[in-house]
């Protein structure tokens, strides 16, 4: 997804280029807000590939192909932040990651 960012003196709207919808309910949002928004969306995005990494490994790596795609599946199969969220505290634990 692309991203336009639009200002108005200290005040910016994040926009979906794709969607053309803010990314916030809020008309106008702070520059800390931006920020934080920006930093909790690149977190989730990190958490679903990280998934997706662990259930599809070893496909897309080396020689093999990208058909078998369990993590993809997954995660349009439990599309809910609490399970995403637990299935990754399982994989850190489960590899020993430490955040």
């Not at 108005?8 to 800390?32: A, C, F, M, N, P």
């Not at 199969?77 to 505290?89: G, S, T, V």
Request: net charge negative; with cysteine.
């Amino acid at each position: 997804m692309g991203l336009i960012v639009k200002t108005k003196g200290d005040l910016y709207q994040l926009i979906s280029s794709v969607s053309d919808e803010r990314l916030h309910d809020e008309k106008w949002i702070t520059e800390k807000d931006a920020k934080a928004l920006l930093i909790e969306k690149a977190w989730w995005d990190f958490i679903k590939n990280s998934i997706e990494i662990y259930m599809d490994f070893p496909n897309g790596y080396g020689n093999h192909n990208r058909a078998d795609r369990k993590g993809l599946e997954w995660l349009i199969a439990n599309w809910n932040d609490e399970k995403i969220k637990q299935k990754f505290d399982e994989i850190c634990k489960e590899l020993e990651i430490e955040f």
